[in-house]
């Protein structure tokens, strides 16, 4: 039982990273043609599917960010608040608190 266990985790992962070879970027595959990736993990199953994951997670995890994910992560927008005009704060009590 363990061991089928164990063979049907092998042909999922070597399956992921066939169809995640293929789909890949240029950066990704380290200009390795995909369809090279893809022999490498299919003649050396494990093996090559755990080198293909490793290579191609590191390429992605040292990218980092490529820009602001919200508003008022981003530097230029925050500073476009400070250049717009503000409405004048006039009105009953002057204070700001209505009713004053």
Same mark, same amino acid.
């Given at each position: 039982?363990?061991?089928? #266990?164990?063979? #049907?985790? @092998?042909?999922? %992962? ?6 995640? @070879? ?11 043609? @995909?369809? #090279?990736?893809?022999? %490498?993990?299919? /003649?050396?199953? /494990? /093996? ?5 994951? %490793?290579?191609?997670? @590191? ?18 927008? #925050?500073?476009? %608040? ?19």
């Amino acid at each position: 039982m363990l061991r089928n #266990l164990a063979v #049907l985790l @092998a042909i999922g %992962l070597v399956v992921y990273a066939a169809f995640d @070879a293929a789909r890949s970027s240029d950066e990704e595959r380290h200009g390795v043609p @995909a369809a #090279l990736w893809v022999v %490498l993990i299919l /003649v050396f199953p /494990v /093996v090559g599917a755990v080198i293909w994951l %490793l290579t191609s997670r @590191a390429v992605v995890s040292t990218q980092g960010r490529r820009g602001p994910t919200a508003p008022d992560d981003d530097p230029d927008f #925050l500073r476009s %608040l400070d250049d717009r005009p503000r409405p004048p704060h006039g009105g009953p009590g002057e204070g700001g608190t209505p009713g004053a």
